[in-house]
């Protein structure tokens, strides 16, 4: 039964009628926590709607390598991962923050050195610094990315490579002096390459 997951109840009284939660651990797994760090090469456009007519269609673009550094917290096995991180990348003029929900598979997780791939979505604020003004942007994301990974006892170093690209435009927009403008984000994109570290707990 070791390929199944093993599903445990804790029940506790929130009221008169009681209430019932399930907490789902992989069987011979447990919670793991972890952090990472590395370099985003990050390119992001954003188009320009106003009504100055010389703004009116223009397009803002940068390319930008940011330094990006996070943590997440799961559970896990030998085979997967499912955890949420949370980090943060930036310099003078380009910065993120990104949430994210993600499931991470092992091929041979049983052997200390093997391959992961992983899949994620979520969001990412961004703020991109424009002449007189910084704009900020809301939008969903979606990751996928995969690594090499060495395991010993609980404690496990990744290099990790990961491609984030928008799943849905975010818009800023300014009113001053009678004049209207309206800023669209229509490219959002990233390559991550860096360094992992966490580390799994063992109940049994």
Do not use: C
Not at 19 to 34: D, R, S, Y
Not at 117 to 123: A, K, M, R
Request: glycine share 12%; charged share 25%; net charge neutral.
């Amino acid at each position: 039964m070791k390929r199944f997951l093993l599903p445990v109840l804790l029940a506790y009284d929130l009221n008169a009628n009681g209430m019932a939660a399930i907490l789902i651990f992989p069987e011979n797994g447990g919670p793991a926590v972890g952090v990472y760090a590395g370099a985003a090469f990050a390119t992001q456009t954003v188009r320009v709607s106003s009504t100055r007519a010389e703004e009116d269609g223009r397009r803002i673009g940068t390319d930008a390598v940011l330094p990006r550094g996070g943590l997440f917290v799961g559970i896990e096995n030998d085979r997967y991962r499912i955890d949420v991180s949370y980090d943060r990348a930036g310099n003078g003029d380009l910065r993120t923050e990104r949430l994210l929900f993600n499931a991470d598979f092992r091929f041979g997780g049983e052997r200390p050195l093997h391959p992961l791939l992983g899949i994620g979505v979520g969001q990412t604020d961004s703020r991109f610094d424009v002449p007189g003004r910084t704009l900020t942007f809301t939008n969903g994301t979606w990751a996928l990315r995969g690594g090499l990974e060495y395991r010993k006892g609980g404690h496990y170093a990744t290099l990790l490579a990961e491609y984030s690209r928008f799943l849905n435009a975010g818009s800023d927009s300014y009113l001053s002096d009678d004049t209207f403008t309206s800023y669209d984000l229509d490219e959002q994109h990233s390559f991550f390459i860096g360094l992992q570290y966490h580390y799994r707990f063992r109940f049994r």
